[in-house]
T-cell receptor
Framework: GAVVSQHPSRVICKSGTSVKIECRSL??????MFWYRQFPKQSLMLMAT?????????EQGVEKDKFLINHASLTLSTLTVTSAHPEDSSFYIC?????????????FGPGTRLTVL | LAKTTQPISMDSYEGQEVNITCSHN???????ITWYQQFPSQGPRFIIQ???TKVTNEVASLFIPADRKSSTLSLPRVSLSDTAVYYC?????????????FGKGTSLLVT
């Protein structure tokens, strides 16, 4: 099946710094990717929809100036957490849909564990 | 996006068949039903997807009654490695992809 990778898998940073997370579709092109956030023992919450070549669409309550999304190519979307604070510590997961298949399934990355000290 | 309701948790023993039922009373005509599995600190993994009646693949079966207001994921002969959270999602897969609305999921413990 299609593979989605994320980098880094784990990052620890100081409060006030910015962190960039990469999401790549390795063997397919994805015009749309999605970014989710998951707090411990909770479900995934959609943050934003990343569209190649255009602005991302953010869910209500998600600050677009804090969570910068860039989808510069058909295989790469990046999420930058700017001026990170301890409350931003979470598990960030991206997904992409492989439109080639008939199942229309979404493939998820392995996630990035962000810890802000 | 249609709301889904699943049991919060289920327990089972190795070798048993596990059935997890999901309610989605407000499912739209074009919506598909998709199940994902998630292990701790990993991204969700696609299990199965269906629109109506029964779908079976190498890992699970999905039963959908005629009114499509619910669905049942069936895992045959579970093992310890099937301990995970299972999410039922309902949505319409458009050409650009559709955002998935994850509910609380069902935490399955196999012992």
């Amino acid at each position: 099946g299609a593979v989605v990778s994320q980098h880094p898998s784990r990052v620890i940073c100081k409060s006030g710094t910015s962190v960039k997370i990469e999401c790549r579709s390795l063997d397919f092109q994805a015009t749309t990717m999605f970014w989710y956030r998951q707090f411990p023992k909770q479900s995934l919450m959609l943050m934003a929809t990343s569209n190649e070549g255009s602005k991302a669409t953010y869910e209500q309550g998600v600050e677009k100036d804090k969570f910068l999304i860039n989808h510069a190519s058909l295989t790469l979307s990046t999420l930058t957490v700017t001026s990170a604070h301890p409350e931003d510590s979470s598990f960030y997961i991206c997904s992409a849909r492989d439109s080639r298949g008939a199942r229309n399934e979404q493939f998820f990355g392995p996630g990035t564990r962000l810890t802000v000290l | 996006l249609a709301k889904t309701t699943q049991p919060i948790s289920m327990d089972s023993y190795e070798g048993q068949e596990v059935n997890i039922t999901c309610s989605h009373n407000n499912i739209a005509t074009n919506d598909y039903i998709t199940w994902y599995q998630q292990f701790p600190s990993q991204g969700p993994r696609f299990i199965i997807q269906g629109y109506k009646t029964k779908v079976t693949n190498e890992v699970a079966s999905l039963f959908i009654p005629a009114d499509r207001k619910s669905s049942t994921l069936s895992l045959p002969r579970v093992s310890l490695s099937d301990t995970a959270v299972y999410y039922c999602l309902v949505g319409y897969p458009s050409n650009s992809g559709y955002a998935l609305n994850f509910g609380k999921g069902t935490s399955l413990l196999v012992t």
